[in-house]
């Protein structure tokens, strides 16, 4: 996939739109692990470096197309400053003509960070005209938030419409370790995939069962296979309409000897909050 990185061409004094996946986990508003931070700054050093001037979107947390100060992306900005030894120009919108301004007032080397996406509710509908506005700050696209990239939103997808648009250093290491895995991959062969859904995700694990010997399910998307298998999952997020399709992917991994791992114990308590009581319980 080297043939479509960014670092491929001329970038020196582009303004170049950078869509980063930075939802970092937080606790009583500060980042408790910056390990996407860290990881997404590795690789947009190399743009700096090439003379580009860089505008970070990224989302933060579900506010669901509203405000929500808790969850405003400049809590990003002293770990990016760190991790960048650089000064961050911080934006508190994404679209405004003020936003605007300062991307076009953007110098070679210079990094400017974004309010975040999902306070627009256009963002997770895929919005043309709200694309359309993200695409004005920049000259060139970048797609660095592979954990984003199965999502169709307006910073993902509809945005590639109106730029040229690249995969950025970190997509590009992601995408070439997941061809080298899926293609040729060594015996015994075992991926662990997690996350809230199983719909979001039908494919790659149709695709998973295909190729590998070992598939380990976590997350809340186990809770949908646990479901499927007849187990009580109480108010555990889960999808109860995808029996079917989780029947069809244990059909598809049993042909081609592929073994589905699931959680063997849960942990269980009357709601989710901090310091409540819970336990742990076998599945059975």
Known sequence: M?????????????????????????KNNRITDDTRVIRFCKGIRKLCEKGAKIIILTHLGRPKGKYDPELSTKILVDSLEKNLNKKIIFSDNCTDPMTLEKSKNLTNNQVLLCENLR????????????AKKLSQLGEYFVNDAFSCSHRA?????????????FFGPMMNEEINALNKTLEKPKRPSLAIIGGSKVSTKISVLKNLVTKLDNLIIGGGMANTFLFAKGLH?????????????????????KINNCKIHLPIDVIIAKELSENIEFKSVNND
């Open 2 to 26: 080297d043939d479509n990185s960014i670092l491929n061409i001329n970038i020196k004094d582009k303004r170049i739109i950078v869509r980063a996946d930075l939802n970092v986990p937080m």
């Open 233 to 253: 999952v109480g108010n555990s997020i889960y999808e109860p309409l995808l029996t079917d399709t989780v029947e069809e992917i244990n059909k598809l991994a």
């Open 153 to 165: 939103h307006a910073s993902t997808a509809s945005i590639t419409a109106f730029l040229p648009s």
């Open 119 to 130: 306070y627009h509710k256009e963002e997770e509908e895929n919005d043309l005209d709200f």
